[in-house]
Each structure stands twice: as structure tokens, then as C-alpha cells.
């Protein structure tokens, strides 16, 4: 059976250094750890037997709570099987719990610390299984755009809200299309974002998946970086996963980036039952 590294995904705390990172292999298992941006350090939160869709998830600006849309297949369970939460980062213990019973919509974006917006057209009150007082659901906020009913209804709106730029859309052939991101680095760099929406995807890769470029206009340098399932600025740095590991490195000038370090290979990790501390 042919194997392939672990899947990473990222979501920043907006107003804090930590990280929530998403690492999942095989195909129905996934956990979260919480990722230390100041220090670079990772510790891990909780495993699921089932699939997390990481492109519908958020963190609060804070760093606090993860709102997250999870499918474990169960669909005579309470849950109906798929279903949102909000949890307290890094783990996945719900606080606030919503059943879904499909895989349309699911998951949301924080409005501030403790709002949210839950990404569910068809919400009804009797879908909610678990209340926080902690948490405020804002039925009152309409986002903005139409992005469609899976990934990119969160992941979109979450990539305009970090500051990146929707630069264009191009449907390739029936359920084949190419969506464009770009982000301004430091000394005239450009990180750009190839997400794809795609049936009958390449092997290892789900129906949605990222592609990386970076350019610089001003030296004329391009970098092909097809291996960069997930990127981002972070602070003066760039910091980007390939192939189950995630990398920093500094913007050293306009024509060149530097050094790469590793941070965390996150190949080795396997399934264990942890239990949250609340």
C-alpha cells in the first residue's frame, strides 16, 4: 500500500503567538497541537478517529478557543456524524457542540475573542446539543462573498480576513478550478497561494489542496514551490509545511530566501487516547 507523509494545516491566533496545527494520517485519523510561535515548540492536544476538515476551522484572536467541523461516519449517533464545536485550543473536548448530520457548511470564523459565526445556512435551534457560557454564536453576522457550501465557504473568508488578496478564479473543466491568494513579504517578496478545488485529485491530496509560488517583481526571481501544502508570514518570517514537517526561515534578500530550519517533523506521531484537562 503506498504511503504518503503526514497532511499539515495551520490556523494563527491573531492577536497572540500561538498556533493550532492539524495533522492527519492515515486518512481517517487526526490530531491537533498547539504551536508556540515565540519559542517554536509543539504540544500535543487531542487525537479523532474520524476527519477534521482543517480549512473550515478558526482560532480566536486570543488563542483560547478552536472552532472546528469534524465527520466521524456515525450517522445514527447524536451527532448525526458530522458536526461543529468549539473547544478550548489545543483540544477537542467540545464546550459549545452542534449537530450536522451532512457534510455541507460546518465550522465558522471568530468575530472576536469569544463571537463566533457558525457556518450552517440551515441552522435550527434544535441542532445545538452543548451551550457555553463562554462562547456567543452571532446570529446577527452575515459574511460577505459567496464561496460555495464545503471548504472554501470558511477557508476563503478566513484567508481575506488574515490579509491575503483574492486575485483570481479560473475554472479549468467540470469540478477543476484554480483559486489565486497573494500576500506582500518583507523586501519586495510575494507569497503566492494556489488553491485548488478538484475531483479525482492527485494521489495523496484531498478534493481541496494548496500549491505555494513565491516571486519577487522587483529582482525578477520565481520559486516553484509545489511541495508547500500550507504557508504563511509570520511576523518577518516565512513558515510553510512540506512533506509531514514544518519549516522557518528568515526573508534574507531580494533575490534569495534563507537558510531553512525545521521546527517539527510530525511523521512519526501516531494515535493515543488523551483525555483534555477540563
Known amino acids: 500500500m503506498e504511503t504518503f507523509p503526514a497532511r499539515l494545516h495551520a490556523v494563527f491566533a491573531k492577536d497572540k503567538p500561538y498556533a493550532v496545527v492539524f495533522r492527519r494520517g492515515p486518512s481517517?485519523?487526526?490530531?491537533?497541537?498547539?504551536?508556540?510561535?515565540?519559542?517554536?515548540?509543539?504540544?500535543?492536544?487531542?487525537?479523532?478517529?474520524?476527519?477534521?476538515?482543517?480549512?473550515?476551522?478558526?482560532?480566536?484572536?486570543?488563542?483560547?478557543?478552536?472552532?472546528?467541523?469534524?465527520?466521524?461516519?456515525?450517522?445514527?449517533?447524536?451527532?448525526?456524524?458530522?458536526?461543529t464545536a468549539i473547544s478550548k485550543a489545543p483540544w477537542l473536548k467540545a464546550i459549545e457542540l452542534y449537530r450536522k448530520g451532512d457534510c455541507w457548511d460546518g465550522g465558522g470564523l471568530f468575530l472576536s475573542n469569544n463571537r463566533f459565526w457558525l457556518n450552517d445556512r440551515y441552522f435550527?435551534?434544535?441542532?445545538?446539543?452543548?451551550?457555553?457560557?463562554?462562547?456567543?454564536?452571532?446570529?446577527?453576522?452575515?459574511?460577505?462573498?459567496?464561496?460555495?457550501?464545503?471548504?472554501?465557504?470558511?477557508?476563503?473568508?478566513?484567508?481575506?480576513?488574515?490579509?491575503?488578496?483574492?486575485?483570481?478564479?479560473?475554472?479549468?473543466?467540470?469540478?477543476?478550478?484554480?483559486?489565486?491568494?497573494?500576500?506582500?513579504?518583507?523586501?519586495?517578496?510575494?507569497?503566492?497561494?494556489?488553491?485548488?478545488?478538484?475531483?479525482?485529485?492527485p494521489k495523496g491530496k484531498g478534493c481541496y489542496w494548496d500549491e505555494h509560488e513565491l516571486m519577487n517583481r522587483e529582482s525578477e526571481t520565481m520559486l516553484n514551490l509545489h511541495k508547500w501544502e500550507w504557508a504563511e508570514l509570520d511576523g518577518k518570517s516565512l513558515v510553510w509545511a512540506s512533506k509531514g514537517c514544518i519549516y522557518r526561515a528568515n526573508i534574507k534578500s531580494r533575490k534569495e530566501i534563507g537558510e531553512p530550519k525545521m521546527l517539527y517533523d510530525f511523521n512519526s506521531l501516531e494515535f493515543e487516547e488523551i483525555r483534555a484537562p477540563y
Open 28 to 83: 481517517k485519523q487526526v490530531c491537533t497541537l498547539l504551536w508556540d510561535r515565540r519559542k517554536d515548540t509543539f504540544k500535543l492536544g487531542q487525537w479523532l478517529k474520524g476527519r477534521i476538515y482543517e480549512r473550515r476551522t478558526d482560532l480566536s484572536p486570543n488563542g483560547k478557543y478552536l472552532i472546528y467541523f469534524a465527520m466521524n461516519g456515525k450517522w445514527d449517533s447524536e451527532t448525526g456524524g458530522s458536526w
Open 124 to 201: 435550527t435551534p434544535g441542532n445545538t446539543l452543548n451551550k457555553s457560557s463562554e462562547v456567543v454564536r452571532d446570529d446577527s453576522y452575515t459574511p460577505e462573498g459567496e464561496f460555495g457550501a464545503e471548504d472554501t465557504g470558511v477557508y476563503y473568508r478566513r484567508l481575506i480576513r488574515d490579509g491575503w488578496r483574492l486575485e483570481s478564479h479560473k475554472d479549468i473543466s467540470n469540478w477543476n478550478s484554480v483559486t489565486i491568494f497573494e500576500k506582500d513579504l518583507p523586501k519586495g517578496w510575494i507569497l503566492r497561494k494556489i488553491a485548488h478545488e478538484q475531483v479525482d485529485s
